[in-house]
């Protein structure tokens, strides 16, 4: 299972950056895959994730309703597509896959994801 993340880099406060997580290496048939995020000195947070038994997603509080994660199959594709970015936003971005799907909300709430990509930079000045 190969998950690549792409798409950081450095933004102002106010702007938007969209992630791209390419998955190859496993079935796309009963699937989630969530984007978790690192700060410098702070623990592993989950923000986003989506289930492809039935496009179901989740969002963590401090970033609803300014992030929207959605899925290209065709692509084998997962994008975080980030708005109204804040400096709190910086981080270190990772993707990673649960397969099957089953209990993905409670894994994903602790990262009990099976496969992680290597990350990428979300710098949000201010």
């Known amino acids: 299972v190969q998950l690549v993340e792409s798409g950081g880099g450095l933004v102002q406060a106010g702007g938007s950056l969209r992630l791209s997580c390419a998955a190859s290496?496993?079935?796309?048939?009963?699937?989630?895959i969530g984007w978790f995020r690192q700060a410098p000195g702070k623990g592993r947070e989950g923000v986003s994730c989506?289930?492809?038994?039935?496009?179901?997603?989740y969002y963590a509080d401090s970033v609803k309703g300014r992030f929207t994660i959605s899925s290209d199959n065709a692509k084998n594709t997962v994008y975080l597509q980030m708005n109204s970015l804040k400096p709190e936003d910086t981080a270190v971005y990772y993707c990673?896959?649960?397969?099957?799907?089953?209990?993905?909300?409670?894994?994903?709430?602790?990262?009990?994801?099976?496969?992680w990509g290597q990350g990428t930079q979300v710098t949000v000045s201010s």
């Open positions: 290496g496993f079935t796309f048939a009963d699937y989630a």
């Open positions: 990673a896959v649960l397969e099957p799907s089953t209990g993905w909300r409670s894994l994903f709430l602790v990262g009990g994801f099976d496969y």
């Open positions: 989506i289930s492809s038994s039935d496009d179901s997603t």
